[in-house]
Nanobody, 125 residues
Framework: QVHLVESGGGLVQPGGSLRLSCASS????????MAWSRQAPGKQRELVAA???????NYADSVKGRFSISRDNIKKMVYLQMNSLEPEDTAVYYC???????????????????WGQGTLVTVSS
């Protein structure tokens, strides 16, 4: 019973900025690993940014220095600040959660992976 809902996508000119938001509900915990991925037409979905429970972050080389992921565990929100956007950033962006099953049920093993429905980001002049 975990739901992720993305928002904040839209049309922006090259060099512009957008902030994507991911609202989560259900069994999301401070230990849950969160991430943003994206998928352009005809391409495979790729990981863009990830943030762990200890706030450690990782970014795809293509967005390093331009994107920043953050999380608010109290509000159960995850954000992706995107600056200096390029046409190549055009894609549907998906929120992702990797939930430790032991946080859900006693003696749980492994992880539960959940994706949102996505929000479209279009970078064009």
């Amino acid at each position: 019973q975990v739901h992720l809902v993305e928002s904040g996508g839209g049309l922006v000119q090259p060099g512009g900025s957008l902030r994507l938001s991911c609202a989560s509900s259900g069994r999301i915990f401070a230990s849950t690993q969160m991430a943003w991925s994206r998928q352009a037409p005809g391409k495979q979905r790729e990981l863009v940014a990830a943030i762990a429970g200890d706030y450690t972050t990782n970014y795809a080389d293509s967005v390093k220095g331009r994107f920043s992921i953050s999380r608010d565990n109290i509000k159960k929100m995850v954000y992706l600040q995107m600056n200096s956007l390029e046409p190549e950033d055009t894609a549907v962006y998906y929120c992702y959660a990797r939930i430790r099953k032991s946080d859900i049920v006693i003696e749980g093993r492994g992880y539960l992976e959940v994706w949102g429905q996505g929000t479209l980001v279009t970078v064009s002049s």
